[in-house]
């Protein structure tokens, strides 16, 4: 049974760099590819970025702003995030899929981020 973990959230100063975490069990981690995504309130849950065997991509306002990285060892999956704004308050979830799959199959309980300006 897949298990995705988030950590790191909590308040963060406007302009500000933070990072999130996320760890997987129950799984082989170099079979699943990993991503961040966001749900910020009354709204929508959306792609932040991903990593697999491929490489890794940003999309949107994360693109140039939030890095993607991981430490197989540790079977984690990192996000980095700079220049904070109010934008970025949301809760913040991990998601894995197979890397066979089309669909992110498994998702973590989530983190919640909020930057005060």
């Known amino acids: 049974q897949v298990e995705l973990v988030e950590s790191g959230g909590g308040l963060v100063q406007a302009g500000g760099s933070h990072t999130l975490s996320c760890t997987l069990t129950?799984?082989?981690?170099?079979?699943?590819?990993m991503g961040w995504f966001r749900q910020p309130p009354g709204k929508e849950r959306e792609s932040l970025c991903a990593?697999?065997?491929?490489?890794?991509y940003c999309l949107g306002s994360a693109k140039g702003r939030f890095t993607i990285s991981k430490d197989t060892a540790k079977a984690t999956v990192d996000l980095q995030m700079d220049n904070l704004t109010s934008e970025d308050t949301a809760e913040y979830f991990c998601?894995?899929?197979?890397?066979?799959?089309?669909?992110?199959?498994?998702w973590g309980q989530g983190t919640q981020v909020t930057v005060s300006s």
């Open positions: 998601g894995a899929k197979l890397s066979i799959s089309s669909t992110w199959d498994y």
């Open positions: 129950g799984g082989t981690f170099n079979n699943y590819d």
């Open positions: 990593i697999s065997w491929a490489g890794t």
